[in-house]
């Protein structure tokens, strides 16, 4: 029988009204439980009786991170509607495509994207749009609003988000995300980042992506805890707001750019994180060398994996083993299945190379309107995730790399985070990426393409000579790119087809000694 979904902002509404629950930095607006219902449960008649969006129907919105994000996706979640949260960094023909696949009634955008968000409802025939903010339409039609007096029943095997993936091999898929999908993430998360009513985050991840909605933004509200929104992420900012004890923040998630950015910043050494439980990293390998640059800082980083079509978590490393199983991400969260597979279908030996492979209730059911990607991701229940992964004797996973990003060089797998790990280790590295050249001798080469931290300098054969030192020869690049700046994908991955597509014409010299 199916399990009905249960509404966190009107039971906390109901525990603790007075509760501080939403902080938008950037307007100054602050919400407790009670205000936040409140302005829920309008936006949830406004949406049902003024837009006509009906259970099923989706709700697109465009903008960066703000709280009334928030608040349209409980809304949609209360009226059974579908929230679709689009990637602020697209252009109009990647929107376009998107939002033709998915057909939403609705597109809600803010002022800084309305000229894009205005082009792509004309082009893809959306019924009505709305703009957010002061003088706009969303906040005229939550004072027109009344509260809404009954919520849609909902169960969690209902669809409550569609998140788009990135799309860097082909158009983007659609992962679709339940509301028990979401539900199980906030609880295999709450254990381990010990996320109570206590809890008081900073999110500076975008609120489209899985990272900035899930890591850890909606289980510190289904705890009851205090979310502060950042529109935009600033290294210095951060650190600032980290250390103000009248924030109280002692909650944080960034992927591994976030962590270096802030590690470079000038008040990285004197800021305080006497206040921080727990600093989430995720979404990409971390450096084992940044690692140890915040664990000297008294901040060792907890390490995970996950997807979008896995709520995100998967595994987490506990805190106290940040330190002593620096680069793993430690072991599965408490719901959840996994398993490393071999090309053949059977299960990889401890530390034997496979393909990790997820299964449980966290799981997407499947991706909107793709048939094809359902067959081909799936084998009897279990995601195939693409990521080459190995376990240890003691059961701590290591994420290697993706399957997509090893190379073959003379016939030996290399995968490049490794490479990279080594790369960092070099002071003079602000940030490192290898992909795999072609080359008629060994099928493949790697190129390493390096952004020197300014007022240094760094040599080819500085870097030759400390991979040499440190990896086997045939994981060491044999060309070197230097650039200014590492192309980005709004989450701040580094984004490697577009390093492909930069260097797919290699220099014919061989740089390496």
């Not at 949260?85 to 803010?110: C, F, Q, W």
């Not at 650190?239 to 109280?248: E, F, M, R, V």
């Not at 206040?275 to 060398?289: N, Q, S, Y």
């Not at 190129?447 to 030192?469: F, W």
Request: charge should be negative; charged fraction near 20%; aromatic fraction near 8%.
């Amino acid at each position: 029988m199916p399990v009905r979904y249960y509404d966190w902002i009107a039971h906390h509404r109901r525990r603790t009204p007075d509760k501080m629950a939403l902080v938008d930095l950037a307007s100054g607006r602050r919400f407790t439980y009670a205000e936040l219902d409140a302005r829920v449960s309008r936006v949830a008649a406004w949406l049902r009786d003024g837009l006509k969006v009906a259970s099923g129907d989706r709700v697109a919105v465009l903008a960066l991170n703000t709280t009334d994000t928030l608040e349209i996706q409980f809304a949609c979640f209360r009226i059974g509607a579908v929230f679709l949260p689009l990637n602020t960094r697209l252009t109009v023909p990647e929107l376009r495509y998107i939002t033709g696949d998915a057909s939403p009634k609705v597109m809600i955008h803010d002022d800084d994207l309305a000229e894009t968000a205005l082009a792509v409802a004309k082009l893809c025939d959306v019924a009505s749009t709305v703009r957010l903010g002061p003088g706009g339409a969303y906040e005229a039609g939550i004072a027109g609003a009344k509260p809404i007096e009954r919520f849609e029943e909902v169960t969690l095997d209902d669809i409550s988000t569609i998140m788009y993936t990135s799309g860097t091999t082909g158009q983007p898929k659609g992962a679709i995300i339940t509301h028990g999908m979401t539900f199980w993430n906030c609880v295999n998360l709450g254990g381990p980042a010990y996320i109570s009513p206590a809890s008081v985050l900073l999110t500076v991840l975008p609120l489209f992506h899985t990272g900035g909605l899930n890591c850890y933004t909606n289980p510190v509200l289904h705890a009851g805890g205090t979310v502060l929104i950042m529109r935009a992420f600033d290294p210095g900012e951060a650190l600032k707001l980290i250390g103000d004890p009248a924030q109280g923040i002692n909650v944080f998630f960034g992927v591994p750019a976030i962590y270096q950015f802030m590690a470079q910043h000038p008040s990285f050494a004197t800021a305080d994180f006497s206040r921080l439980m727990i600093g989430g990293v995720g979404g990409a390998p971390m450096p084992v060398p940044l690692l140890k640059t915040w664990e000297a800082r008294g901040v060792a980083l907890q390490q995970g994996y996950g997807m979008t079509e896995t709520s995100p978590a998967v595994m987490v490393l506990d805190r106290e083993d940040a330190a002593r199983k620096a680069g793993s991400s430690g072991k599965p969260v408490l719901h959840t299945e996994v398993r490393i597979v071999r090309p053949d279908g059977s299960d990889a030996a401890v530390g034997e190379l496979g393909e990790l492979w997820v299964k449980g209730p966290n799981i997407t059911p499947g991706y909107w309107n793709r048939p094809d990607a359902n067959a081909s991701s799936f084998t009897d229940g279990w995601l195939h995730t693409g990521d080459a992964t190995r376990i240890d004797e003691e059961g701590f996973y290591y994420i290697v790399d993706r399957w997509k990003d090893m190379y073959i060089s003379g016939g030996e797998n290399v995968y490049p985070a490794e490479v990279e790990s080594v790369l960092h280790q070099l002071a003079a590295v602000a940030e490192a990426a290898v992909i795999g050249i072609p080359n008629e001798q060994w099928g493949e080469v790697g190129m390493a393409v390096i952004a020197v931290k300014p007022g240094h300098t760094l040599t080819p054969a500085e870097i030759h000579a400390h991979c040499q030192a440190n990896l086997a020869r045939f994981k060491c690049p044999r060309l070197i790119e230097f650039i200014d700046a590492l192309p980005r994908n709004a989450t701040g991955k580094i984004h490697k087809p577009t390093l492909r597509q930069q260097f797919s014409q290699p220099k014919p010299t061989d740089t390496a000694a």
